[in-house]
Protein backbone atom coordinates (compact mmCIF):
# COMPACT_ATOMS: atom_id res chain seq x y z
CA UNK A 1 0.00 0.00 0.00
CA UNK A 2 2.34 2.89 -1.08
CA UNK A 3 1.54 6.15 0.09
CA UNK A 4 3.00 9.54 -1.79
CA UNK A 5 3.15 12.79 -0.96
CA UNK A 6 4.77 15.19 -3.68
CA UNK A 7 5.22 18.61 -2.19
CA UNK A 8 6.15 21.77 -4.83
CA UNK A 9 6.83 25.34 -4.68
CA UNK A 10 4.89 25.33 -7.66
CA UNK A 11 1.53 27.64 -8.13
CA UNK A 12 -1.15 25.47 -8.29
CA UNK A 13 -2.36 26.50 -11.58
CA UNK A 14 0.90 25.48 -13.21
CA UNK A 15 0.16 21.99 -11.75
CA UNK A 16 -2.38 19.63 -14.34
CA UNK A 17 -5.86 18.83 -12.61
CA UNK A 18 -4.88 15.52 -13.64
CA UNK A 19 -1.32 15.29 -11.85
CA UNK A 20 -2.63 13.19 -8.85
CA UNK A 21 -3.74 10.51 -11.22
CA UNK A 22 -1.18 10.41 -13.71
CA UNK A 23 0.98 10.68 -10.66
CA UNK A 24 -0.80 7.66 -9.05
CA UNK A 25 -0.08 5.64 -12.10
CA UNK A 26 3.03 6.14 -12.63
CA UNK A 27 4.08 5.27 -9.03
CA UNK A 28 2.05 1.77 -9.20
CA UNK A 29 3.96 1.37 -12.61
CA UNK A 30 7.14 1.74 -10.72
CA UNK A 31 6.69 -0.24 -7.74
CA UNK A 32 4.53 -3.09 -9.32
CA UNK A 33 1.05 -2.13 -7.31
CA UNK A 34 -1.78 -2.15 -7.73
CA UNK A 35 -2.97 1.58 -8.37
CA UNK A 36 -6.01 1.23 -6.47
CA UNK A 37 -3.94 0.39 -3.31
CA UNK A 38 -2.06 3.58 -4.22
CA UNK A 39 -2.41 7.03 -2.19
CA UNK A 40 -1.44 10.21 -3.91
CA UNK A 41 -1.54 13.60 -1.86
CA UNK A 42 -0.06 16.95 -4.17
CA UNK A 43 0.30 19.49 -2.12
CA UNK A 44 1.52 23.24 -4.13
CA UNK A 45 2.40 26.61 -3.31
CA UNK A 46 4.93 25.73 -0.70
CA UNK A 47 7.45 27.58 0.83
CA UNK A 48 10.52 25.78 0.31
CA UNK A 49 14.36 26.29 0.03
CA UNK A 50 16.25 23.36 -1.41
CA UNK A 51 20.20 23.55 -1.60
CA UNK A 52 19.85 27.07 -0.39
CA UNK A 53 17.56 28.66 -2.90
CA UNK A 54 13.80 29.57 -2.82
CA UNK A 55 13.71 28.93 -6.84
CA UNK A 56 10.83 26.30 -7.72
CA UNK A 57 11.67 22.93 -6.18
CA UNK A 58 9.59 19.53 -5.40
CA UNK A 59 9.96 16.54 -3.01
CA UNK A 60 8.44 13.55 -3.28
CA UNK A 61 8.19 11.17 -0.37
CA UNK A 62 7.39 7.55 -1.78
CA UNK A 63 6.31 4.73 1.20
CA UNK A 64 5.43 1.45 0.85
CA UNK A 65 5.95 -1.91 2.14
CA UNK A 66 8.52 -4.51 0.75
CA UNK A 67 9.37 -2.58 -2.70
CA UNK A 68 11.43 0.50 -1.34
CA UNK A 69 13.76 -1.68 1.05
CA UNK A 70 17.24 -1.40 -1.13
CA UNK A 71 19.43 0.80 -2.78
CA UNK A 72 19.04 -0.91 -5.94
CA UNK A 73 15.52 -0.36 -5.68
CA UNK A 74 15.51 3.07 -4.98
CA UNK A 75 17.71 3.61 -7.76
CA UNK A 76 15.23 2.24 -10.56
CA UNK A 77 12.39 4.01 -8.94
CA UNK A 78 14.25 6.78 -8.69
CA UNK A 79 15.66 6.82 -12.55
CA UNK A 80 11.46 6.36 -13.16
CA UNK A 81 9.82 8.97 -11.39
CA UNK A 82 12.79 11.87 -11.79
CA UNK A 83 11.69 11.12 -15.49
CA UNK A 84 8.41 11.53 -14.83
CA UNK A 85 8.79 14.58 -12.19
CA UNK A 86 11.06 16.86 -14.88
CA UNK A 87 8.92 16.32 -17.65
CA UNK A 88 5.42 16.91 -15.73
CA UNK A 89 6.51 19.57 -13.43
CA UNK A 90 9.18 21.22 -16.00
CA UNK A 91 11.93 21.17 -13.26
CA UNK A 92 15.62 20.35 -13.94
CA UNK A 93 16.44 17.18 -12.27
CA UNK A 94 18.25 19.27 -9.19
CA UNK A 95 15.50 20.67 -8.24
CA UNK A 96 13.77 17.61 -7.05
CA UNK A 97 14.45 15.23 -4.27
CA UNK A 98 13.09 11.93 -3.35
CA UNK A 99 12.57 10.37 -0.02
CA UNK A 100 11.73 6.43 0.03
CA UNK A 101 10.76 5.50 3.36
CA UNK A 102 10.20 0.96 4.08
CA UNK A 103 7.04 0.50 5.61
CA UNK A 104 5.70 -3.03 7.29
CA UNK A 105 2.53 -4.07 7.46
CA UNK A 106 1.86 -3.18 11.02
CA UNK A 107 2.46 0.17 10.05
CA UNK A 108 -0.90 0.68 7.97
CA UNK A 109 -4.13 0.82 9.06
CA UNK A 110 -7.31 0.00 7.10
CA UNK A 111 -10.78 -0.63 7.81
CA UNK A 112 -10.33 -1.35 11.47
CA UNK A 113 -7.40 -3.22 11.80
CA UNK A 114 -3.25 -3.31 10.35
CA UNK A 115 -2.00 -4.43 6.59
CA UNK A 116 -1.16 -7.80 8.88
CA UNK A 117 -4.40 -9.11 9.06
CA UNK A 118 -5.81 -8.31 5.48
Known sequence: MPFV???TSLPAARLSSD????LCSEVAAALG???E?????????????????A?????????????V?????NRAHSARLFDFLTRELALGADRILIRFYPLESWQI??????????
Not at 19 to 22: F, I, N, S, T
Not at 69 to 73: F, V
Open 69 to 73: GSAEQ
Open 37 to 53: RVSVTVKSELQMVLGGS
Open 5 to 7: ELE
Open 19 to 22: LPAK
Open 55 to 67: APCAQLIVSSIGV
Open 33 to 35: KPE
Open 109 to 118: GKNGTVMTFL
